[in-house]
T-cell receptor
Framework: DARVTQTPRHKVTEMGQEVTMRCQPI?????VFWYRQTMMQGLELLAY????????DSGMPKDRFSAEMPDATLATLKIQPSEPRDSAVYFC????????????FGSGTRLTVV | GESVGLHLPTLSVQEGDNSIINCAYS??????FIWYKQESGKGPQFIID?????DKRQGQRVTVLLNKTVKHLSLQIAATQPGDSAVYFC??????????FGGGTRVLVKP
């Protein structure tokens, strides 16, 4: 089965450090999403891309978060500097722009900032 | 699991009974809706979808109902099984492919 691959699965880092999370979308999918999941806020959309161009990153704290797609096979989400409140599970999802639109999620990166 | 936690509404269902999970959505311009299932330690998994020009769609053991008048979505699971225990999310999509999730409902299947 085609799947979205996220690395690392778990990350523990100290406050102030840079964190980079990576996502490999399903081959052929041209829409990529980053979500953050916490107990208090549920699933929040941080940013999404179509054909590698950012369409909406209004859900992302701009001062410390950045999202990019260096190429069609890689999406990155960076936090610099990280803070304890960034602790959450970060999910990447991808989907086609046409046809079946049920986006496929990766297994997530569990980030803990201490 | 690391995903959702202690504050979700919970539906307890006896194995073999039918489950109904409800969702109120917010955007009257949303034209596409999806139900996802999330098991502990995993990402949300697509279950079934429905477009706004429909009011019912059936899959294998699942049915989604859409009432646009009151902006309400429901997921019915027939003959609930232990493997159906998970958190269920509805999601709505308006123009631009932006997918917004509801808060989730935890389903616990009792043997």
């Amino acid at each position: 089965d085609a799947r979205v691959t996220q690395t690392p699965r778990h990350k523990v880092t100290e406050m102030g450090q840079e964190v980079t999370m990576r996502c490999q979308p399903i081959l052929g999918h041209n829409t990529v999403f980053w979500y953050r999941q916490t107990m208090m806020q549920g699933l929040e959309l941080l940013a999404y891309f179509r054909n590698r161009a950012p369409l909406d990153d209004s859900g992302m704290p701009k001062d410390r978060f950045s999202a990019e797609m260096p190429d069609a096979t890689l999406a990155t989400l960076k936090i610099q500097p990280s803070e304890p409140r960034d602790s959450a599970v970060y999910f990447c999802a991808s989907g086609p722009s046409r046809g079946r639109e049920g986006y496929t999620f990766g297994s997530g990166t569990r980030l803990t900032v201490v | 699991g690391e995903s959702v936690g202690l504050h979700l509404p919970t539906l307890s269902v006896q194995e073999g009974d039918n489950s109904i999970i409800n969702c109120a959505y917010s955007n009257s311009a949303s034209d596409y809706f999806i139900w996802y299932k999330q098991e502990s330690g995993k990402g949300p998994q697509f279950i079934i979808d429905i477009r706004s020009n429909m009011d019912k769609r059936q899959g294998q053991r699942v049915t989604v109902l859409l009432n646009k008048t009151v902006k309400h979505l429901s997921l019915q699971i027939a003959a609930t099984q232990p493997g159906d225990s998970a958190v269920y999310f509805c999601a709505e999509k308006a123009a631009g492919n932006k997918l917004t999730f509801g808060g989730g409902t935890r389903v616990l299947v009792k043997p």
